[in-house]
């Protein structure tokens, strides 16, 4: 089992930015990848980022330059910094967390909210 905690997000104006962070506890070397989700009101969940194990990373397009995953081995812990943040980036953002034997957890959700 892997427990989630996330936190950091928050009300913000258009340009400005903030960290999530998204802290693992339990069986956190059985974790392969961490990845950042969100959903927006009316919209379906969509990938934001994710980071391997390994320190691989991938971007959806509408983040890429703006958004950096990265993660603290010491911690269990990955961050997304969001800078340049708009308001299509309001959403309720979610941790999920990979483990061996095809399991997965999620987080509780964060809301990040832009205001123009």
């Known amino acids: 089992q892997v427990q989630i905690v996330e936190s950091g997000g928050g009300l913000v104006q258009a340009g400005g930015s903030l960290r999530l962070s998204c802290a693992a506890s339990?069986?956190?070397?059985?974790?392969?990848?961490t990845g950042w989700y969100r959903r927006a009101p009316g919209k379906q969940r969509e990938l934001v980022a994710t980071?391997?194990?390994?320190?691989?990373?991938t971007y959806a397009d509408s983040v890429k330059g703006r958004f950096t995953i990265s993660r603290d081995n010491a911690k269990n812990t990955v961050y997304l910094q969001m800078n340049d943040l708009k308001p299509e980036d309001t959403a309720v953002y979610y941790c999920k967390v990979d483990s061996l034997s095809w399991l997965y957890y999620w987080g509780q959700g964060t809301q990040v909210t832009v205001s123009s």
């Open positions: 980071i391997s194990s390994g320190g691989s990373t």
């Open positions: 339990g069986n956190t070397f059985s974790i392969t990848a």
